[in-house]
């Protein structure tokens, strides 16, 4: 049997050899074929006349350029009928070289899933990567062949709008995620018509632009972006991502599209990476807004140099980069190896072969309708609902409840529950399509249950004409259920925010119910970590809900009355005030570490406590789980060596639940300062009431590794310790060991 399996490996990898081998000829051989003219257009990206996810870009002359060949690509092209007319234009060009249809598919295409940091705090992979499978099946359904997600970036900045957009602010657990909707989005392989190409981005460390304000510059040393914010992108490119997005930031003076430190010495050099990389949205244009570049044509000659393969809605490539090649400033080499990138993953994808097979009208109708993906986006939105407090057991609530009320800005809405980023397809009611929070709890509630409503107020300012009826409805109410947070629009690109409170007076309603005596639970919508400490303090129950998409109404009404334990975890530190921005949990010790809050000559504000307000890793469950017998099988290990650490995990309440179980290091000394904890692993165990565990780790060589001080990828022997939490401040069982 061995002997047979051995054979079956190896004759598939000489298949995929062959086959690749195979591909490389045709490229090679169409190539030869190519004008230079040609070659350019196979670098140049133009949008659609409509559904852009940016700025309209109007091009009397697009229909004529794709015919003679000069554009490779196209993006917010919706539907299948569309994507075949501009592919049928492609089809009277000389060579017929097909177009590809890129779409901004970043939670979800119809059957819209959680935005990506509320996934996120699912720690749950599986989970993850099956809402990025069925967002890709939908998608490849209706004529795209390619997703630009995900997005990886580690952010520790909530003011910066697209922390939406990604995993949070742990490099573990952001590239466990990126691993994860890589695999979703291509499936077993790109070719298939259930598989998008995936695009990681934003090459690199925009997550961390200055002030946490979108396309702002970023500074940082190059042992942080070594092991804090390029890992996730080592990891997606691990998974087999197709392609890359350069980002909008300068990274250290050089703007990102145009560093060849990044995409030819890390990326395609040292990382190997065979796929191409795309612009941001017109960011090779926007470097002579830069002061980088002194022109647009010198842009794309800092691009092509650079490593950047496809220019998106710049037009730097179109009208630049012949004239610099003729002037010898640019060899035709550099644009071959940029061409042959992207004609690859077009016969990758099997659309020299049938340049229409993505867009089959029938099969995008039973797939788009399967209900199976609504299953799903049901089953994610649950796992990524966060149990913030829960006092007196007021959470789950009592199917036997007399009257309910109901009550927020955020109650009624449709459409707003798939948050930003969300595709807006023509001829779909959103009305109908996506459950309100309203909805859901009527699904929920039975006949003898009766629901009141009022809106309160608006999501921002300062009218309180409606806190009357509020707060007379909650007066009639057993329990009291407020829906607030902010906009859904109010996160995603360009939605930076320097005040992360609580918009308008919705905090102020908060009070006003409060004060009426009633059982309160607060619903907390957003895409971001928010400041609400009044009502952190006083409300018995509060849920984040983050936005859930198209099932976000029953799956919030499942989890208040507790058909689904929550068992979300934050993925991102929730600061106490935007004065302590940027706060994560795995920063360094200082010489004056503030203990106990002691601060008096001592690393800490003088008007705030250090710690945050919600901490990396939280959130509860409506049962207890008890953490007990940590055993590590020895206390040194070689760096050849492993240690397994085990500890029993027991559920000891009343219903079944679910925990992320995490595991953090401390390297205690080393050549440079290492964080005061860093996740090096976690696993959701879900258990019964009364069940107990033994829950395995084993810490090897690579999980105490770092970059020293000569940027060497090493682990230092030393001291060690190992801890066991619930979150990142609630550490319940601790050991040491040493590296020799």
């Known amino acids: 049997m061995k002997k047979i399996t051995t054979f079956t490996l190896l004759l598939v990898s000489f298949i995929a050899v062959a086959q690749q081998e195979t591909i490389d000829q045709k490229v090679n051989a169409l190539l030869k074929k190519m004008t230079i003219e040609e070659k350019i257009g196979q670098l140049n990206q133009y949008t659609g006349d409509n559904q852009a996810t940016g700025p309209i870009t109007i091009n009397p002359n697009k229909q004529t350029e794709i015919k003679q060949g000069l554009i490779g690509s196209m993006l917010n092209i919706i539907g299948t009928k569309y994507t075949r007319q501009y592919q049928e234009l492609a089809m009277q060009s000389r060579l017929k070289i097909p177009l590809l249809f890129g779409q901004d598919v970043i939670h979800g295409y119809k ?98 632009a200055v002030g946490g304000r979108d396309y702002n510059s970023v500074d940082m040393s190059e042992r942080m972006l070594l092991e804090t914010y390029l890992p996730p992108f080592k990891a997606a490119l691990d998974a087999g991502a197709a392609t890359f997005m350069n980002s909008f930031n300068d990274l250290n003076g050089i703007p990102a599209t145009a560093n060849e430190h990044l995409q030819r010495d890390i990326l395609k050099g040292k990382w190997k990476f065979q796929g191409f990389v795309v612009s941001d949205w017109g960011s090779m244009g926007e470097m002579v807004a830069h002061g980088y570049s002194k022109n647009l044509k010198e842009a794309a000659y800092a691009s092509i140099t650079a490593g950047s393969d496809m220019d998106m809605e710049s037009n730097a490539y179109r009208y630049n980069l012949a004239e610099l090649v003729k002037d010898g400033r640019v060899s035709v080499d550099l644009i071959d190896d940029a061409v042959k990138r992207i004609l690859r993953k077009k016969y990758e994808l099997g659309l020299f072969d049938d340049p229409y097979r993505y867009s089959d009208e029938k099969r995008a109708e039973k797939v788009l309708n399967n209900p199976e993906n609504r299953k799903a986006a049901l089953e994610v939105a649950e796992k990524s609902i966060v149990l913030l407090k829960n006092e007196n057991q007021t959470l789950p609530l009592s199917k036997n409840l007399k009257t309910i009320a109901f009550i927020g800005p955020m109650v009624k809405e449709y459409k707003a529950n798939m948050g930003f980023w969300s595709v807006e397809l023509p001829n779909v009611d959103y009305n109908k399509w996506v459950v309100s929070q309203w909805d859901g709890l009527q699904n929920k509630v039975g006949k003898n249950t009766k629901l009141l409503y009022a809106k309160g107020c608006e999501v921002e300012g300062d009218n309180k004409d409606g806190f009357a009826e509020a707060v007379a409805t909650a007066k009639q109410a057993d329990v009291v259920i407020l829906s607030i947070g902010e906009r859904h629009d109010m996160s995603g690109e360009a939605k930076s925010r320097s005040d992360l409170h609580i918009p308008g007076v919705q905090e102020d309603l908060v009070k006003a119910v409060m004060a009426t005596g009633k059982p309160v639970v607060v619903l907390v919508n957003a895409g971001r970590p928010l400041v609400f400490n009044w009502t952190a303090d006083n409300v018995p129950a509060i849920v984040y809900t983050w936005w859930l998409g198209t099932e976000a109404g029953n799956a919030i009404a499942d989890v208040l009355f507790g058909d689904y334990n929550p068992s ?100 205690k000394f080393g050549s440079v300062v290492r964080p005061i904890l860093e996740l090096r692993d976690f696993q959701k165990v879900k258990l019964n009431a009364g069940e107990s565990k033994t829950i395995e780790f084993i810490i090897d060589k690579e999980k105490l590794s770092f970059y020293n001080n000569k940027l060497e990828w090493t682990a230092e022997p030393g001291d060690f310790e190992v801890m066991i939490g619930a979150s990142s401040a609630d550490i319940k069982l601790k050991s040491n060991f040493e590296l020799n």
């Open 568 to 667: 979300g975890k934050l993925p991102i530190t929730f600061p106490r005030e935007v004065g302590q921005i940027p706060i994560y949990y795995n920063h360094f010790s200082t010489g004056r570490p503030s203990v106990n809050e002691n601060k008096v000559y001592k690393s800490a504000y003088i008007d705030l406590p250090t710690t945050p307000k919600f901490a990396f890793g939280y959130g509860l469950s409506y049962t207890k789980f008890d953490y007990t017998d940590l055993k590590l099988s020895s206390t040194k290990m070689n760096s050849n060596e492993t240690i397994k650490v085990s500890f029993k995990l027991s559920n000891v309440g009343k219903v079944a639940g679910e925990e992320v179980v995490q595991l953090y290091l401390k390297d």
């Open 111 to 208: 059957t819209t899933f959680p935005i990506p940091l509320a996934e996120a705090a699912s720690w749950d992979l599986a989970a993850i990567e099956l809402a990025a499978r069925v967002a890709a099946t939908e998608a490849s359904a209706s004529g795209i062949h390619w997703t630009f997600a995900p997005m990886v970036d580690i952010s520790r900045d909530p003011r910066w709008g697209r922390v939406m957009e990604g995993a949070g602010e742990d490099t573990y657990l952001g590239s466990q995620i990126a691993y994860a909707r890589v695999k979703g989005f291509q499936g077993n392989k790109l070719g298939d018509l259930n598989s998008v190409m995936a695009c990681v981005k934003h090459f690199a460390a925009y997550g961390a």
